[in-house]
Each structure stands twice: as structure tokens, then as C-alpha cells.
């Protein structure tokens, strides 16, 4: 397996940012769905700290992935038999997929500090609210974070589908590219 990308696939390093960013994602949103239902007290305060954690995770991987990408750019998105207009579509998802993935952390870390709480940062360090607690602001902060959440992961929907489809359909290495074999 290559660490570096190549003209035929995605390096090491961008595969594994990317799929533990699909790990991260799918756990940071489950618990915000179901964190609520934990038992109030320690499970609860485990589970939100744990998708504050996947959250950050999450911010830290993308900037290691747009570095990596500045120093070792992405392999070309190849021909396709469905023209031009489908590379730009990818092209322009995948922005909004790196612009969904800063915004919903950063809306998740406005929420934490209106509610007047610290940010734990994986149990290492906090870092204090400069806000005192606002009900009324973080209730429509929270609407905010929750619908940029269930975008992302609708538009990773979409990602996930297209990939799928260029695998089983159109039959090119769209999705191999992504995965650990590709230098076969």
C-alpha cells in the first residue's frame, strides 16, 4: 500500500482520514440522535462527551486532509461516460461535504458555549465557555447544528450512493480509488 497518492488511487493517509471520518461522523451523529435516551447522569455525560470528541476528531482530521491535499494532491477524477457536467457535480459535492464538515462541529462548539459549558478536549484540557449560558440563543443554535447534521449526513448519503454507482454501473475506479487495493 502506497502512503503517498498516485495517478491509479488515494494514498494511506488520505484513505484512512476519510474513513475514519465516516466512523466519526456516523458515531457523532447517532449520539446526537440518541444521546438524549442515555439515563441522565454519567452515561449521558459519557455519550455527549464522546460526540464532542468524535465532533473534534472530525475538525482535526479535515484540516490533515486539505494539508494533505495542498502536498499531495487528489488523482485526477479520470474519464466518464457520463460527461463533464458529472465531475463538476462531484467536485462541487465534495465542497459542500468539507463545508458541512467544518460547519457542524463549529455550530456544535458555538452550542456547548451558549449553553455556558466548556469544550472538553479528549479528556486532556477544557476550554471555558467566554459566554455565559443563553436558553434562548442556544436553542436556536442547537436547530442549526441539528440540521447542518442530518445535511451531512444526507449529502453523505448521496457520496456513498454515487460511489456505489460508479462501481456497480458504470463500472470504473471511482470507489477502488478510495480503497486500500488500488495499486493492483
Same mark, same amino acid.
Not at 44 to 52: T, W
Given at each position: ?92 459535492? &465534495? ?49 442549526? &447544528? ?12 448521496? &457520496? ?5 454507482? &460508479? ?18
Amino acid at each position: 500500500m502506497l502512503i503517498y497518492n498516485s495517478s491509479k488511487g488515494y494514498g494511506a493517509i488520505p484513505q484512512a482520514a476519510h474513513w475514519l471520518t465516516v466512523i466519526l461522523v456516523v458515531i457523532a451523529w447517532t449520539l446526537g440522535i440518541f444521546g438524549d435516551d442515555l439515563p441522565k447522569g454519567p452515561q449521558r455525560d459519557a455519550g455527549l462527551f464522546v460526540h464532542i470528541s468524535a465532533g473534534l476528531a472530525v475538525l482535526i482530521l479535515l484540516v490533515v486532509r486539505l494539508a494533505w491535499n495542498v502536498f499531495n494532491p487528489p488523482p485526477s477524477a479520470g474519464p466518464t461516460t457520463l460527461g463533464a457536467w458529472s465531475v463538476r457535480l462531484g467536485k462541487a459535492a &465534495h465542497y459542500l461535504l468539507y463545508a458541512l464538515l467544518i460547519a457542524v462541529p463549529v455550530a456544535g462548539i458555538v452550542l456547548q458555549f451558549a449553553r455556558g459549558e466548556p469544550i472538553p478536549i479528549f479528556g486532556l484540557a477544557e476550554i471555558a465557555s467566554p459566554w455565559v449560558k443563553d436558553r434562548a440563543f442556544s436553542g436556536s443554535v442547537k436547530e442549526v &447544528h441539528e440540521i447542518l447534521a442530518h445535511t451531512l449526513v444526507i449529502v453523505a448519503g448521496f &457520496h456513498a450512493a454515487a460511489a456505489l454507482f &460508479h462501481h456497480w454501473v458504470l463500472r470504473d475506479r471511482t470507489l477502488a480509488k478510495m480503497l486500500p487495493h488500488f495499486d493492483e
